[in-house]
């Protein structure tokens, strides 16, 4: 079994910055992608960005240039700094991880983003 814990999220004005931290502990063997999602009232989950055990990255459109995806391995963690928030940046924000071909979610972080 692996944990995921979330942290980081809160109430921020436009234009603000937030880093969201994502810590993974349990039965690890191997974590090979983390990713972090979103969630807005009344949408389905997206994807914002994922980061491979190698550091590449995949982001959303929305989000290129703006948000940035990173890891450090050996502490099974994973962080997402956010840059120029919007207000349609406002949801809650999940941490997966893949793991052994399972994927893990954390409880979600609440991001919101206010004009």
């Known amino acids: 079994q692996v944990q995921l814990v979330e942290s980081g999220g809160g109430l921020v004005q436009a234009g603000g910055s937030l880093r969201l931290t994502c810590a993974a502990s349990g039965t690890i063997f191997r974590i090979n992608d983390m990713g972090w999602y979103r969630q807005a009232p009344g949408k389905q989950r997206e994807l914002v960005a994922v980061i491979t055990s190698g550091g590449s990255t995949n982001y959303a459109d929305s989000v290129k240039g703006r948000f940035t995806i990173s890891r450090a391995n050996a502490k099974n963690t994973v962080y997402l700094q956010m840059n120029s928030l919007k207000p349609e940046d406002t949801a809650v924000y999940y941490c997966?991880?893949?793991?052994w071909g399972t994927g893990y979610w954390g409880q979600g972080t609440q991001v919101t983003v206010s004009s």
């Open positions: 997966k991880a893949d793991h």
